[in-house]
């Protein structure tokens, strides 16, 4: 039996590991000589190798796509923006100076309506209404402190 041990492979984690390991390098060499060899063979192909009719096919298309391009419009939009850089300037002085009138009309009415002797009346109602929920939470808490004692 022990000679029938001694030539039988033995696959330890240690023996898998490693080839593991070695299958991974191997692909990985595979992986980047295929995206080396893509990227050179694109770069290859230069002006020389193209036939007439390809470079003629080309430039028509080239042609093609240009005369297709809206330049009217893009003049015209060319010009509605640099009329939107104009215009804020002359709309923010006048936003300004409209929105400082109303903030300060809002604080006049606002200082007015504290003036205003029903609100006045009002919260001293609320103040003394206030106070007396307070004196009776603090009344119950002493009733129950002392029940309890």
């Known amino acids: 039996m022990e000679g029938q041990q001694s030539w039988k492979p033995r696959l330890s984690f240690r023996n898998a590991t490693i080839v593991l390991c070695l299958v991974n ?65 002359t709309v923010k002085v006048k936003d300004t100076k409209q929105t400082a009138a109303a903030d300060l009309s809002k604080r006049l009415k606002d200082l007015r ?14 103040r003394k209404r206030k106070m007396e929920r307070a004196r009776l939470r603090q009344l ?6 002392a029940s309890q004692a």
């Open 113 to 126: 309506s504290f003036n205003d002797a029903n609100s006045l009346k009002a919260l001293e109602e609320w």
């Open 25 to 89: 390098v191997i692909s990985v060499l595979l992986l980047l000589q295929g995206f080396l060899s893509s990227a050179s063979s694109r770069s290859k192909i230069s002006t020389s190798q193209l036939t007439s009719a390809q470079l003629r096919y080309i430039k028509e298309s080239e042609e093609i796509r240009l005369a297709m391009q809206p330049l009217e419009l893009i003049k015209r939009v060319k010009e509605i923006q640099q009329e939107a850089y104009v215009e804020p300037e």
């Open 140 to 145: 119950e808490k002493n009733e129950t402190l």
